[in-house]
Nanobody
Framework: VQLQASGGGLVQAGESLRLSCTASGDTFGRNFGIYSIAWFRQAPGHQREFVGV????????WYADSVKGRFTISRDSARNAVYLHMNSLKPEDTALYYCAASPYYSYSDLSWMPKYDYWGQGTQVTVSS
């Protein structure tokens, strides 16, 4: 069972990036469609924080206030992939970004890290001013 986050890089403020989260593994890959996928991030010296999540059940998305209106999550079920589209990036978005998979589908569960069973390794996003 594996989640892989990729697509990070160094950009200037105001630019955009798209992060990808892909799933592999026989069981997990076949059942990827019944996992909600979230993005979290962790900046140096800070705790890991919730960025956004897309529920597998009805496709609803929820975002942290700090990224609302700038970040969106999309899902490509055929590719077992979820994307984080980040626009109008700010220096404060600089962090290591992780994707995570949860079998839950409601926000009350999905906003809580212990509800996630699988985590990717993280991809670095650095935004210069």
């Amino acid at each position: 069972v594996q989640l892989q986050a990729s697509g990070g890089g160094l950009v200037q403020a105001g630019e955009s990036l798209r992060l990808s989260c892909t799933a592999s593994g026989d069981t997990f890959g076949r059942n990827f469609g019944i996992y909600s996928i979230a993005w979290f991030r962790q900046a140096p010296g800070h705790q890991r924080e919730f960025v956004g999540v897309k529920s597998y059940r009805d496709g609803r998305t929820w975002y942290a206030d700090s990224v609302k209106g700038r970040f969106t999550i999309s899902r490509d079920s055929a590719r077992n992939a979820v994307y984080l589209h980040m626009n109008s990036l700010k220096p404060e978005d600089t962090a290591l970004y992780y994707c995570a998979a949860s079998p839950y589908y409601s926000y009350s569960d999905l906003s809580w890290m212990p509800k996630y069973d699988y985590w990717g390794q993280g991809t670095q996003v650095t935004v210069s001013s």
